[in-house]
């Protein structure tokens, strides 16, 4: 409740602070649904608002149920979000998800978004640690390939999420490691129960992989050579 109610002061507060022209005041948008994670399970006590990129028109948190159902006003400029799990208010150990109404869609003017279940992932941190055990002089060339705990969607008009833009997609770090660095250390933050792949060769040699699962929300690779 009491987070129900920061999100709601911060609403009201972005809206007097916007320009007029920013917000149609004949229109109310209903938005409801409800947060699970990758197994099913409801999310609670995450923040999900509405609006503008720029304006938050409408706040609320998701319940115990995962739960979620308020009452947002309009924007008459560019797309209409409705962003779960981003900004200020955000939880860490979830994925952020973006749900996008363009202005030149369609469906840009319905009323009511129901949009029924959607997957909030549970983030999983990986710390990669690199140690030249062997005192070699070879350079190290890694690529570790790892799912995005980002998710961005457009919106149709029913209730399905379609024409992926971003969504957990797959993003690359690549390090090259000399004598003089060959002690490193890497924080990435990945999507719980995905897997990592850790591609690597020295100097011009063959390229050799190493699968890394990400079963707990803290995980570490110390890969010595």
């Known amino acids: 409740m009491l987070r129900n109610l920061k999100l709601l002061a911060v609403c009201i507060l972005f809206v007097m602070t916007s320009c007029a022209e920013d917000v149609i005041d004949s229109r109310r948008i209903r938005v409801a649904g409800r947060l699970i994670d990758g197994m099913g399970f409801p999310v609670s006590d995450i923040n999900i608002t509405s609006g503008s990129k720029t304006t938050i028109l409408g706040a609320s948190a998701s319940e115990i149920t995962g739960n979620f159902d308020f009452v947002s006003l309009e924007s008459n400029r560019g797309e209409f979000q409705i962003q779960i799990n981003s900004g200020a208010q955000r939880d860490s150990l979830f994925a952020e998800v973006i749900l996008v ?4 869609s369609p469906n840009r003017s319905r009323l009511n978004y129901d949009l029924g279940d959607i997957i909030v992932k549970p983030t999983a941190f990986l710390n990669l640690k690199t140690q030249n055990t062997s005192g070699t002089l070879d350079t190290l060339k890694i690529l570790l390939d790892y799912t995005s705990n980002y998710c961005s969607l457009e919106l149709d008009n029913d209730k399905e999420l379609l024409a992926k833009r971003r969504c957990y997609s797959t993003h690359t770090s690549r390090i090259t490691l000399h004598e003089q660095d060959s002690n490193y250390d890497m924080r ?11 591609y690597y060769r020295f100097n011009n040699d063959y390229q050799q992989v190493v699968e890394i699962p990400l079963t707990n929300t803290e995980n570490t690779y110390v890969f010595e050579y």
């Open 101 to 104: 109404n363009d202005l030149s």
């Open 188 to 198: 990435l933050t990945s999507v719980k129960n995905e897997i990592a792949r850790l």
